[in-house]
């Protein structure tokens, strides 16, 4: 891998600036004209960094027309950008970028493309998918937006288009096992719902005293705004941790880091095995669970249904909710009634209930959960996980001791097991016994901002693939019908409930970022036409009739951002810092000439012609006129000209409370939507009942109801990300700046226990080939023995290796020529009733190469 010196990178930026400089066209917001004292100087411009996905706000630092880096906004209330954000020149200087509108020539999947003009690319584009609007099925386009060219704009033209298939990403990342098993015990639910994403809850870090990291490393993703800065900040200031791992996650420090190696797949039994010393402990406080928790909820011990509930109305912020009401035992009134009207709800006990026509006995929802945990004993989870059991004693206690300033992170990218579900829900049950949440030092609510819109496009016609899934699919029941990006494929190949013909990635790398490579490829060569929107080569676009290449971030305006994983809320936004290199185009005018090309004259008057006269400064104009989530008092404060001068806007973070977003509006430590749900599968007599039981119970993983035991050359894959990757997009991965720093942490290999490793005959640094044995493909990596994996596990860094897909190797300069990517081997399976891409769940074997 090449070394970078100093005449390396000025001769990397000289190669780049070589190439043509175009306008953008409409949409562009005017730059300040330079005067002869500039040359020379340093300009700093606002963006929203796009090294990753979450847009940290920084600085882009200029010097002649040319990008030096970015760094920290100090406007921020939480200022901080990573290593991938300083290296920036090396994904905007980059001779590899798709320069030029591209055409297929090969056959898909071949990487063959000729050069083509804009007006010739566009045009191919338009009259291809025109055809499905005039045949009176515009739903037969699905298009999937991951990295937005064009927020405000890009999506809405294919909404005016007509088609109501816009699958998003997060299937094989949060939007199913952690929004749905978090929404279940805090909200908020949507359309009868949960879903609590990332957004929508965080840790408190910096005023934590003790917490457990399991499932999610957040040093190693590494994103500075404001996860990173508050992790730092919290570990200066003493913050403890117990990371549960399968692999030490070094970028989590070693300072106060206590690793514990945890068998792949086995979170849930170590999680049962620790909720069962915490209740045994009586490790809460009795008011906390009275007051903002349904523990004292009467339940019926055998069909595990609420005793007895009822909706009533309650004004909340000025607007009537119902509130669904439950039976307690009143200890102040010695009788049972409902919560609405109990004084000391009992915590504990068995009482006579009668309800409608039935005289039962029914418990406290917390004593029956104590119940079911009896049999978890820390024994029996170090049986099942490997964590020993004076280990998980020891963590119940120092959550006991640092409680409520204490958390088990509810982790990230969730979409890893069939019983990722369970834990997430076993996680966030414990986080309301021990009462953390809505508590300094422990889980709290973000408060994010929403900017209004410029374009309102009519509601499509056809019903959304993930809509049709959502209501006839049994292991869709909870899943998420904005983000089903493995519906879509699912529908390409069976062409249920209408067939999908053709695709627009925006941004979106469908085959490197998702699990299922082998029926990806399949649905990839069924389509009719295929549109790539990237200023980068992918495994996708090797499948591409057509390569659209848009500006990268620092070479366009984009729409004001306010959604940010933050409990203070903030308004970004992201202003061109450089003219854009070689033939490619600003995504805004992208979006325009295709909305041209593919609406009628009357449609693109009414929704972009406003847009294409008044451009980026309209879209800013309007997206700040109607902003929700900021004060009154402040919402006059945050002009254009404001955020052209500071770059971002903070709020100020309300104190944190123990709110609920839940039918009872309590936290669920037992769910009421789980309750029903369970009830009606029960009496199907369906076999998924174990995932919706409200309780805490153990529900192995794929693998393990398929082998006892992993043979000695069989692993499971595990993954992770490095500070200088991002998920699997090209602008770290071939990227001059970070390819030092990547070789040195070998991102090209694969991880595994040293020990096991040696018995296979192995040693540091042999080529291995990997491969899964139901599909038989075959990927090649270094292998890297160590001392820090479990000796089940096989660690890899997350999308950084080029995985089955070699051909890419042809397009790139810096990224490594292999390495394993799980997502191409594994199989196009399902996780229960949430429907979420079980990508880890499988398993692997290698030999010597």
Not at 764 to 789: C, H
């Amino acid at each position: 891998m090449p070394k970078t010196n100093r005449r390396d990178f000025l001769k990397l930026g000289g190669l780049a600036l070589a190439g043509p400089l175009v306008a953008t066209g409409p949409g562009t917001a005017k730059a300040r004209t330079e005067k002869l004292p500039d040359y020379g100087m340093e300009k700093r411009v606002p963006v929203n960094c796009r090294m990753c996905a979450q847009k940290c706000p920084g600085l882009a630092r200029v010097v002649d027309g040319r990008l030096v880096g970015i760094e920290a906004n100090p406007h921020s209330v939480m200022p901080g950008v990573c290593g991938r954000s300083v290296a920036a020149a090396g994904m905007v200087y980059n001779p590899n970028r798709i320069q030029t509108p591209l055409i297929r020539v090969g056959e898909r999947g071949e990487g063959r493309f000729r050069r083509a003009t804009w007006p010739e690319a566009l045009d191919m584009v338009a009259d291809r998918l025109k055809k499905y609007r005039e045949q009176g099925t515009p739903e037969a386009v699905a298009v999937l937006t991951r990295f937005h060219g064009a927020p405000g704009v890009d999506n809405e033209v294919f909404k005016v288009f007509g088609t109501p298939n816009f699958p998003g990403y997060a299937d094989t990342c949060w939007a199913n096992s952690r929004a749905v098993g978090a929404g279940v015990i805090y909200g908020p639910f949507k359309h009868g719902l949960p879903g609590c994403s990332p957004s929508k809850i965080s840790v408190d870090f910096v005023k934590a005293k003790y917490g457990v990291l399991i499932g999610r490393n957040p040093a190693g993703g590494l994103v500075c705004y404001p996860w990173a800065m508050k992790f730092a900040k919290g570990k200066r200031n003493g913050l403890k941790l117990t990371v549960i791992d399968p692999r030490k996650p070094s970028e989590a420090g070693e300072d106060n880091v206590h690793w514990l190696p945890i068998r792949p797949a086995s979170d849930l039994a170590f999680l049962l095995g620790l909720f069962h010393e915490l209740m045994k402990n009586k490790s809460y406080e009795p008011e906390y669970l009275r007051k903002y928790t349904n523990a004292p909820m009467l339940v019926d011990s055998t069909t595990l249904q609420p005793a007895g509930v009822r909706e009533i109305e309650k004004v909340e912020k000025g607007k009537k909710v119902k509130i669904l009401d439950y039976l307690v035992y009143d200890e102040a009134a010695g009788e049972v009634r409902f919560a609405s009207e109990a004084e000391k709800p009992a915590l504990n006990g068995t009482y006579d209930v009668t309800f409608g026509d039935r005289a039962f006995k029914a418990v406290t929802a917390l004593d029956r959960i104590a119940r079911e945990l009896e049999n978890y004993t820390p024994e029996w989870a170090e049986g099942k996980s490997d964590v020993p059991a004076k280990e998980i004693r020891k963590i119940a206690r120092e959550l006991d001791r640092n409680r409520p300033h204490a958390f088990i992170d509810p982790t990230y990218r969730s979409e890893r097991y069939f019983n990722s579900f369970k834990m997430i829900q076993v996680i966030c049950m414990m986080n309301v016994l021990i009462g953390a949440f809505g508590r300094e030092g422990g889980i709290i609510w973000n408060h994010s901002t929403k900017p209004g819109k410029l374009i309102h496009p009519p509601k499509a016609q056809a019903e959304s693939i993930g809509e049709y899934y959502a209501r006839h699919d049994p292991n869709f029941r909870f899943g998420n019908t904005h983000y089903y990006r493995h519906k879509a494929v699912e529908t390409v190949l069976t062409e249920k409930p209408y067939p999908i013909k053709a695709m627009v990635f925006n941004g979106s790398n469908l085959l490197g970022g998702s699990a299922g490579g082998t029926e990806i490829v399949q649905a990839l060569k069924k389509l009719e036409f295929t549109v790539c929107i990237s200023p980068f080569f992918n495994e996708t676009t090797l499948y591409a009739d057509v390569i659209l290449p848009d500006a990268t971030f620092v070479e366009r305006d984009e729409a004001i951002n306010g959604k940010y994983k933050f409990e203070v809320p903030g308004v970004t936004i992201n202003m061109k810092a450089i003219e854009p290199l070689f033939d490619v185009k600003s995504p805004y005018w992208i979006s325009l000439e295709l909305a041209r090309r593919i609406l009628t004259p009357e449609e693109y008057a009414t929704h972009f012609k406003p847009f294409e006269e008044g451009g980026i400064e309209l879209l800013w104009e309007k997206q700040l006129e109607g902003i929700k989530g900021v004060p009154a008092g402040e919402k006059a404060k945050i002009t254009t000209d404001y955020l052209r001068e500071f770059g971002v806007w903070n709020g100020q973070a309300p104190t944190p409370r123990p709110k609920a977003k839940t039918p009872t509006r309590k936290l669920e430590l037992f769910s009421t939507f789980l309750a029903r749900q369970y009830d009606e599968l029960q009496a199907a007599d369906d076999s998924n009942a174990v995932v919706a039981n409200p309780l805490p119970v153990w529900q192995p993983a794929k693998w393990m109801t398929e082998k006892k035991e992993l043979a000695k050359d069989e692993f499971i894959p595990v993954t992770g990300f490095a500070p200088v990757n991002s998920f699997t997009g090209q602008q770290t991965k071939d990227n001059r700046l970070l390819a030092n720093v990547g070789e040195a942490i070998s991102w090209d290999a694969v991880f595994i226990n040293a020990a096991k490793g040696k018995s296979l005959g192995l040693r540091d640094g042999d080529m291995v080939t990997i491969w899964n044995p139901d599909n038989k493909l075959e990927q090649n990596a270094r292998v890297i023995l160590s001392e820090l994996v479990h000796p089940d596990a096989m660690f890899s860094y997350y999308g950084a290796g080029p995985g089955a897909f070699k051909k890419l190797n042809r397009f790139y300069t810096n990224a490594p020529k292999t390495g394993f990517n799980p997502n191409h081997s594994a199989p196009f399976h399902y996780s229960p009733l949430v429907g979420g891409h079980a990508a880890h769940d499988y398993v692997v074997k290698i030999r010597r190469a």
